[in-house]
């Protein structure tokens, strides 16, 4: 399933790959792989909150604060949450990026070999081979709570929204 217009790239129409999620809908499991090339799947984490902090890389600005903001974010809230950054960079350059960086609140996930999170959850962008900016919470019952599709990819996410539907989530 194609989807034209959704997103945009420095005002460029792009075109995503996979279904619209919204709230309410069940968070498809995945399967992708951590910097050490382990396999994390969803349901791994079940029972928790998730927050899925989608990105196209980490090695943009925009990304790269993304990222560092929600790291900061989550320092507050503990183990209620278990956090995932996902992107299609290759899993050595997210460890290298968290050692950097100094990420401990949020796990890297890697979609490179196949997009298949990204056209589960609809982010596949097409003409990139990247993942759209999103920002998804997942409730304690697998169920998407929370979704945030930023529709200029160079933009930023709402902060704010998103830490108060996760706060809202965890309870």
């Not at 194609?2 to 619209?20: A, F, H, V, W, Y």
């Not at 995945?30 to 984490?45: E, G, M, Q, R």
């Amino acid at each position: 399933m194609e989807r034209s217009n959704i997103i945009k790239m420095k005002g460029n129409p792009l075109t995503l790959i996979g279904p619209e999620l919204k709230p309410g809908d069940p968070a498809p499991d995945f399967t992708l792989i951590n910097k050490d090339l382990s396999p994390v799947k969803l349901a791994d984490s079940s029972g928790k909150v998730r927050l899925l902090s989608v990105v196209p890389s980490l090695d943009t600005p925009v990304c790269s604060l993304q990222t560092q903001r929600f790291n900061k974010e989550l320092a507050s809230l503990g183990n209620a949450v278990k956090s995932y950054t996902i992107s299609a960079d290759l899993p050595f350059a997210q460890g290298r990026f968290c050692s950097e960086h100094d990420i401990t609140n949020t796990e890297t996930l890697s979609d490179h070999r196949d997009l298949s999170f990204g056209e589960k959850y609809g982010l596949a962008i097409k003409d990139l081979r990247l993942l759209g900016r999103a920002v998804i919470i997942v409730d304690k019952n697998d169920k998407i709570s929370y979704l945030q599709l930023v529709p200029e990819v160079t933009e930023e996410p709402n902060y704010d929204e998103a830490m108060e539907a996760l706060k809202k989530a965890v309870g």
